[in-house]
């Protein structure tokens, strides 16, 4: 209301508390143990710390650039130096972290397989609509039936004695035509 009667349209800055910022870290997110999960209870108290001041610190120098540049520069050489005298610790590589944080093995071997992959709804049919020729070629190709009493084809010995009777039938019915 002050600001308002003053004809002020914007807040300035400095009115502006921390926590009323969008891009403010919450607290309990910055003191998770399960960040840095080889600190013990003090060490995560000073870690908690350090991250704080750290923090205060980007808010104090975010409106001035050449500062920041300069504090930015001081805390890579910082870095550099902390990885120098920390040389002697193995890297963790992806796997491994990923293992820490979730607290299961990856296994050697991939136990589980692919599913089958079956035909959609309306995809059609796997085989083609043969013609006629495929079709006679295909029926010429395969093994006739020959039977097994008499040796003749064109039966098996299930019908070799109907066939022979229909021969005989149509023989002498023929021959008594004739005469």
């Known amino acids: ?5 003053n004809h002020i349209e914007q807040i300035p800055t400095n009115y502006i508390m921390r926590r009323w910022m969008r891009d403010i870290i919450p607290p309990d997110l910055r003191s ?3 960040r840095f999960s080889n600190a013990n209870i003090g060490n ?10 750290v923090d205060d610190c980007l808010h104090l120098l975010v409106n001035d650039d050449k500062k920041l540049e300069d504090f930015l520069e001081k805390v890579k050489a ?9 040389k002697n610790q ?7 972290l990923i293992s820490e944080m979730t607290g299961a093995q990856k296994p050697d071997k991939n136990l589980i397989k692919n599913p089958p992959v079956g035909s959609y709804k309306g995809c059609g049919k796997d085989s083609r609509v043969m013609g006629g020729k495929e079709k006679g070629i295909i029926e010429s190709n395969k093994r006739k039936r020959i039977c097994s009493k008499c040796g003749g084809k064109d039966h098996n010995i299930r019908t070799c004695g109907k066939k022979n009777q229909k021969q005989v039938e149509s023989t002498s019915s023929a021959a008594a035509s004739n005469t």
């Open 32 to 34: 998770r143990r399960s």
């Open 90 to 96: 193995p890297s963790k590589k992806k796997d491994d």
């Open 78 to 86: 910082l870095k550099i130096k902390v990885e120098e005298d920390t």
């Open 1 to 5: 209301m002050v600001l308002k009667n």
């Open 44 to 53: 995560q108290k000073m870690v908690n710390e350090v991250t704080s001041v």
